[in-house]
């Protein structure tokens, strides 16, 4: 037998070969109840959620997200921390004007200065409400159960027009009467219409967003995507009540943050653009069309504009520094003033909570994920540290999703006096760990967590990876490496690959590429900045160190651009790839199980055909994606007798307040041997020296053959081999599994409880050739892992047994069935550049039908 060998510190617990499952010494904790993760906010049927719930809905960042000026132009009135402040533009104080039991955003205050509507989120619903200035009482004015945002008061303050998902669970721009603190019948004065355009990020039907008022209140302004495939769609004007005849005043991509305002005079029109740059940035227009000038200039996002009403200053939202900020710019004159805020007033009696987090083995401060949420379940920040939101949650377990920060180590928060409760998750290798405090008014109580290990997968070679991260793309703040890097250390994770990604036609990070290690790498945590090749058509297509340059265009398949063609193919990618020494390999595969013979469902993954041409270095099977049904065929892949690691991406925007969760949520552990270099945990990584997980941490050998080693029989025969595997979890796990072939062969019995802990040592009959991984997964999704559910395989061992090959008539069937599809597609295609990529492309899928019908 041939192949490298590997012990797994304590993961032997009980000597020599058993009978199958009879040597498993499990603790266990009992079985909790099915938990259910749904979107937030999941009454809006669009695509994409995780694109408009960050780049247009309302979020609670720790710094500004939306501003609004007093009639008198001395006063500012915003959101922040999800509450509303008003603050005066020559003071440094601000006071708190809502305080729960939601979220409050985007204010628009009243022309009479006597009333401020804004939306307020619950956690069910996005509705309108309207606070009293003088006496500070809110009341409910929408009762929908839609998401109604960017409210704005019609000039004479009789009208409110606002953005509402009540009709078909789309946007549509709403009107309505206002008076006596109420609103008439509210309609869309927009129409549903099917644009019949092949829109992948965006429906088909077209939306309507961000309207502003004419001066008279004769007209409305908004962004449309009526007639345009890629992007929100340009700038429009219409009559109120007559949007069908609207005309297009600006053709623009825009991804949803232009956010126009219209000028007091009426002359111009300011909005928020990242035409031919990468970051948005404040234009002026005239309100008839024509060309647009930039008014702000940075490497960094300008949104949300406001006049004041006097015509002569704009208000808005910047992330220079990293968080958001206000800013105040005189026009003309082009002076800019920042509105700081040294105090704050809050609404209710208030205290403030420390948080230390310290490592029970050193006693030392570590960088942690804290959430910390208040008795009506709502989360607090810190006001100098980014506050992040989860996606999804069980309204069963909570009545808002979970809010969280990330720490170096000490953090103080300011919250309502009362009873708090403290989360602190430290990655994958230390136990997860709760506290509860109680907050008076005007002190502070000090909470310290000691963390314990559950494992020091470092000190045996392990080191986790996070093989797709995106450090910017469109989200609220502005991230760099070194912030990057801190984030990576508060989840305990040591590489990460950054993948330079295009949104529409923005492509944040494309600066950072150097074709070397980030220079804020250390010993302890490698970065660098790679590519995600973004078409839609093929997959996704990851591209990891690359030497030389990014590929661009970034993507294929874009239909209605230049890049329309679906060449280059992701072979071709590949090959471009491989050529610069980077690796590449398939990102966030499967949402659902593909069934090729469902002629129904559309099917273009150009996966099976890239395995088959030996393009594809890996698989992300821990991912942005159902990792079952990514899993699945994965195993028919391995079946038909190709070798393919298991890599783990979270697709993370570490640049979002809101997303599917943190850097390194999914992560691959690769061995390494000797020290940590980035060249080394790659070639760990090409070698299927992984494991893949979001929770459960996993060791496995055969025969003492560590995972991605080839155990090798010289002669057919029947052998017994030596399983040994190990789990540690910081949640319970329902299934701990060994998978040979894409069966289980082997569950550890766990009595109905499930397991934190278990080390197997047990034997399993081999007399054909075959692969093995281990694998541990839940029914259901688990606090705090943030994610559908967890889920953990190694990459496989395999087993040689004398001449046989690995092989599986079914599964190729499946394949050829695929790639007959992929033909056809290819065959009926309109937008080939030439016919000769037609013939490239055919070629291609041939080629991978021919190595299939071989095995």
């Not at 609103?183 to 004065?189: C, L, M, R």
């Not at 005309?247 to 943050?257: F, L, N, Y």
């Not at 390999?585 to 030996?614: M, N, S």
């Amino acid at each position: 037998m041939t192949g490298r060998r590997a012990k797994f510190g304590a993961a032997v617990g009980v000597a020599g070969g058993v009978a199958l499952g009879a040597a498993v010494a499990i603790a266990s904790a009992a079985r909790m109840a099915s938990a259910q993760r749904r979107p937030v906010l999941d009454q809006i049927d669009v695509p994409h959620n995780y694109y408009y719930r960050e780049m247009y809905l309302p979020e609670a960042t720790s710094g500004p997200s939306s501003v609004s000026w007093s009639p008198d132009g001395r006063t500012l009135v915003y959101s922040m921390q999800g509450s509303l402040w008003m603050q005066d533009v020559n003071s440094t104080d601000a006071r708190q004007l809502t305080d729960g039991p939601g979220y409050d955003y985007q204010p628009d205050w009243s022309p009479d200065g006597s009333r401020v509507v804004y939306a307020s989120y619950r956690g069910s619903a996005e509705e309108l409400w309207i606070l009293d200035v003088a006496t500070g009482a809110t009341h409910q004015l929408t009762t929908t159960g839609a998401v109604n945002v960017e409210p704005r008061w019609s000039p004479d303050g009789k009208r409110l027009a606002w953005v509402s998902t009540a009709l078909h669970k789309r946007w549509h721009i709403y009107v309505s009467a206002f008076d006596h603190d109420t609103i008439g019948a509210a309609a869309p004065i927009t129409t549903d219409r099917d644009s019949h355009l092949p829109r992948y990020y965006y429906s088909v039907y077209d939306h309507y967003l961000s309207p502003s008022w004419s001066p008279n209140g004769d007209e409305i302004l908004f962004v449309s995507n009526r007639g345009h495939t890629w992007g929100t769609g340009g700038i429009w004007r219409a009559q109120v009540g007559a949007t069908d005849s609207a005309r297009q005043i600006r053709d623009e991509e825009t991804t949803w943050k232009a956010r126009p305002d219209w000028s007091p005079d009426g002359a111009r029109i300011v909005y928020s653009s990242y035409v031919g740059r990468q970051w948005n940035q404040l234009w002026l227009m005239r309100a008839d069309g024509g060309d647009a000038l930039q008014l702000t200039y940075g490497d960094f996002d300008a949104t949300a504009p406001r006049w004041s009403r006097d015509g002569r200053r704009i208000a808005y939202v910047v992330n220079a520094t990293g968080n958001t900020a206000l800013r105040i710019i005189d026009v003309p004159g082009g002076q800019v003033t920042e509105v700081r805020t040294a105090s704050r007033h809050y609404r209710s009696p208030a205290g403030s909570l420390r948080v230390i987090i310290t490592d029970s083995a050193t006693g030392r401060t570590v960088p942690a994920r804290i959430s910390v949420t208040g008795a009506d379940g709502r989360s607090f920040a810190p006001d100098d540290t980014w506050r992040y939101a989860d996606d999804a949650f069980d309204r069963s377990q909570r009545r808002l999703e979970i809010g969280y920060f990330q720490t170096t180590g000490e953090s103080v928060v300011a919250v309502p006096a009362g009873d708090v409760s403290v989360d602190v998750v430290r990655g994958l290798e230390y136990e997860h760990e709760t506290r509860r405090a109680k907050i008076v008014a005007g002190h502070q109580a000090v909470v310290r967590i000691s963390l314990h290990r559950l494992a020091d997968l470092a000190a045996e070679g392990w080191y986790s990876g996070d093989v797709h991260v995106h450090m910017n793309y469109g989200g609220a703040y502005r991230n760099d490496p070194l912030h990057l890097r801190m984030q990576a250390r508060a989840e305990d994770l040591r590489v990460i690959e950054n993948l330079i990604v295009n949104k529409e036609q923005r492509v944040p990070d494309l600066g950072y590429f150097t074709g070397r290690i980030d220079p804020v790498s250390d010993s302890g945590f490698l970065l660098f900045h790679g590519q995600e090749f973004h078409t839609s058509y093929w997959g996704h297509f990851g591209v990891l160190a690359p030497r030389s340059h990014v590929l661009l265009p970034g993507y294929a398949a874009y239909v209605n651009t230049a890049a329309a063609s679906l060449v280059p193919t992701n072979a071709d990618v590949a090959d471009l790839a491989h050529a610069q020494g980077a690796l590449a390999g398939y990102v966030h595969p499967f949402d659902t199980y593909p069934q090729p013979a469902d002629t129904t469902q559309p099917l273009t993954d150009e996966l099976p055909a890239d395995i088959a041409l030996g393009k594809a270095d890996y698989m992300e099977i821990v991912a942005f994606s159902d990792h079952r049904s990514t899993a699945r065929v994965w195993y028919q892949l391995l079946n038909c007798g190709f070798r393919i690691p298991a890599a783990a991406g979270t697709d993370a925007m570490a640049n979002y307040a809101s997303l599917r969760g943190p850097v390194g949520l999914n992560r691959v552990y690769v061995h390494v041997d000797g020290p940590l270099t980035h060249d080394r945990w790659l070639a760990g990584l090409k070698a299927g020296r992984t494991f893949a997980t979001n929770g459960p941490l996993l060791g496995f050998t055969m025969d003492g053959h560590a995972i991605g080693d080839v155990i090798r029989f010289n002669t057919a025969g029947h052998y017994t081999v030596h399983v040994r595997a190990r789990l540690r979890s910081l949640v319970p796990v329902d299934h701990l599994e060994l998978v040979a072939r894409g069966r289980v062969i082997w569950a550890a019995s766990n009595d109905g409880h499930r397991l934190t802990s278990a080390d197997v040592d047990t034997t399993i009959a081999v007399d054909s050739s075959g692969w093995y991984t281990m694998r541990a997964w839940n029914d259901q999704a688990t606090a705090p892992i943030m994610d559908i559910y967890p889920f953990a395989t190694t990459s496989p061992i395999y087993v040689e047994v004398g001449d046989e090959k690995v092989r599986s008539p079914a599964d190729k069937q499946y394949f050829l069935a695929w790639l007959a599809r992929l033909d056809a597609n290819v065959r009926a295609y309109p937008w080939f550049n030439t016919e000769s990529e037609r013939t490239h492309v055919l070629g291609q899928i041939a080629a991978a039908r021919a190595e299939f019908e071989k095995r």
